[in-house]
């Protein structure tokens, strides 16, 4: 125990903490600490008044104590260590780590300086949101989702690390966390009320119960995102709902041998869709059917009609979605769901419009930015998302995003992979579909143009349908109305592409595509391409020996540009150098365009 006295006296009339250099001069030139505004936060400002020199070491290191609080710091340490070590034995006989006298005098030192004389561990910091485990467990001993390690506070249902609440989300948090507990130890009492058989139980024992399991069942879900018992058919609040179980037929050729708990969702599914039943409950089925079975079509259209039907907030579901599209990159199912939210919320945001154009506008734009960086965060992690691109396609047109910024956005892709056709195909449809430098609105441009697949009125006999494939069947027919400005500047830009990796084929399918939606010949660009293909020779032993091809797809070009002129014997000769020499894995190919030529 610490001495009393004259000690003990001094230390509590000194309330000031101990300071070292170090943190006196750092507190002298850093302005005062706001108040902690996170669990973490308060954790760690607790850490640090139990530990009084940890700040000021990890500032500037043991070396920028004073001596004499290294020699506090040395008895805190000491402190703690034996501290530690008398509280996990109980023995008399326990090892003594000094002398009495050199234990008094360790003590007046502690109460002099007024130590702490016990010291809470360093907190972790949050880390990173991790997705729910859907298929988890829900009892009892396994209702804090386990997908990773968390700081020690443990995670939400969505998988955020409760560290990052801030102070009132964490006291609301506990307060529903003691109401659970109240609420499990009130059921576990009425359970062995009931086995013991020693009391009749009532009527209205019986509704208290059900309505503590609904409660229960509500403070696991908004705790947790875990169903109460693991089950519904032990979930008091499907009671009244009677599952509808898939039956195969016996000898089915193919069965299929669903999961217990998937199985068991789906036959609730079908219950109260049958009905057809448009509920906060039904909602809550949905999620967990798509967490177990994202490419569920059926379940996606019914969720939508839940929301509609119930007027949820639709920010709240573009949330919710948000989440589960970064978990299932590939899955079209959720781009469709994302479209009939976007078709059913354009409306709201142009809500009231006619009164303040300038608000409905900023809405509009508001929704365009978020979306368009939710989309950036999904190219991050697959650059050609089919899904992911049409739908951008889409956003354009519905919110007119006919920006530079999205041009802008285009340039990025293409610079991190200038082979992402994808990107090429999207600022294709950006240049040429805007309103504004076109003859046409952007949603008459579909992909039921004849010209997109070279017929209808198309003047350019170098449109070929490998081409206009290249662009997803957007429309390559000549469009007087976009300016020479902006073909020029697409020109530039594909040549400058070129320039930086010839050999691929992307930018040249989006310089011909220029050239065609511009109604300009192939021969306009002919002395750029000619950069890459030199002393093409139909003399076998010359054209092995002296032909520089840099890329074939400019010779490809060249050859055209030479038919388009008439000049059908040299379009002939690159055709066959090309099957026969520099790309005959597309021999079969390049004959075709010879056979071409005499038709």
């Not at 949905?286 to 177990?292: C, G, M, S, W």
């Not at 038919?563 to 005959?584: I, V």
Request: charged fraction near 20%; include cysteine; aromatic fraction near 10%.
């Amino acid at each position: 125990m610490p001495p009393k006295g004259e000690a003990a006296r001094r230390a509590k009339e000194s309330s000031a903490p101990p300071t070292s250099a170090a943190s006196t001069s750092s507190t002298s030139s850093q302005p005062r600490r706001s108040a902690p505004q996170t669990v973490y936060e308060q954790s760690l400002e607790r850490y640090h008044q139990t530990r009084p020199y940890a700040k000021a070491i990890e500032t500037a290191g043991l070396s920028g104590l004073t001596p004499a609080d290294r020699a506090l710091w040395t008895s805190a340490q000491y402190l703690g260590s034996t501290t530690a070590a008398s509280s996990s034995s109980s023995s008399k006989n326990s090892r003594q780590f000094l002398a009495t006298k050199a234990q008094k005098e360790l003590w007046r030192h502690v109460n002099e300086a007024s130590l702490p004389l016990r010291a809470l561990p360093q907190p972790l910091p949050p880390s990173p949101p991790q997705p729910p485990n859907p298929t988890a467990s829900s009892s009892s001993s396994s209702l804090l989702p386990s997908a990773t390690a968390s700081s020690g506070w443990g995670r939400d249902r969505s998988g955020r690390d409760v560290g990052d609440y801030s102070l009132d989300a964490f006291r609301a948090r506990t307060a529903r966390r003691v109401r659970l507990t109240a609420l499990e130890v009130a059921h576990h009492a009425f359970t062995a009320k009931r086995e013991s058989n020693t009391a009749a139980l009532t009527a209205d024992d019986i509704q208290t119960e059900r309505q503590r399991r609904a409660d229960i069942a509500t403070l696991r879900m908004e705790l947790y995102g875990q169903r109460a018992g693991g089950s519904y058919a032990q979930d008091p609040e499907w009671d009244d709902v009677v599952p509808v179980a898939l039956v195969e037929p016996e000898g089915a050729l193919a069965a299929i041998a669903y999961p217990d708990a998937y199985a068991e969702a789906i036959s609730y599914l079908r219950a109260v869709m049958t009905a057809p039943e448009y509920s906060p409950r039904c909602l809550r089925l949905t999620e967990h059917v798509i967490a177990l079975n994202p490419a569920h079509y059926t379940v996606w259209l019914y969720r939508f009609a839940i929301v509609n039907a119930l007027q949820l907030p639709l920010a709240d579901e573009f949330d919710w979605l948000n989440n589960v599209a970064l978990q299932n990159l590939k899955n079209y199912q959720i781009w469709h769901h994302r479209y009939l939210l976007t078709e059913a919320y354009y409306p709201q945001l142009m809500a009231g419009a006619g009164d303040d154009e300038d608000d409905a506008t900023a809405r509009v734009n508001s929704f365009g930015r978020r979306e368009i960086d939710f989309l950036t965060a999904i190219l991050a992690e697959d650059t050609k998302n089919y899904h992911v691109w049409s739908y951008r396609q889409y956003l354009v047109r519905k919110l007119g995003l006919w920006n530079d910024d999205e041009r802008y956005a285009t340039e990025a892709f293409i610079r991190q992979d200038v082979r992402n056709n994808s990107a090429w195909s999207h600022r294709f449809f950006l240049v040429f579909s805007d309103p504004a430098n076109s003859s046409a609105p952007a949603d008459q441009k579909d992909n039921n143009d004849s010209s997109s697949t070279g017929g209808g009125n198309n003047n350019n006999s170098n449109t070929t349908p490998e081409l206009a494939g290249a662009f997803g069947g957007l429309s390559l027919r000549p469009d007087p109305a976009v300016p020479a400005a902006i073909l020029d500047r697409e020109i530039d830009y594909a040549q400058e592409r070129i320039n930086k990796a010839p050999q691929n084929e992307s930018p040249w399918n989006y310089l011909k595509g220029v050239l065609a939606k511009g109604g300009r010949p192939l021969a306009s660009v002919e002395t750029f391409a000619a950069q890459f293909v030199a002393n093409i020779s139909s003399d076998e032993g010359d054209a092995t020996s002296d032909e520089t091809v840099k890329s074939t797809h400019a010779m490809d070009l060249l050859a055209a540009v030479y038919a388009e002129q008439g000049d059908t014997a040299r379009a002939d000769l690159y055709w066959r150098r090309l099957a026969e020499k520099w790309d005959p894995i597309r021999a079969g190919y390049w004959q075709y365009r010879r056979q071409q030529l005499v038709q």
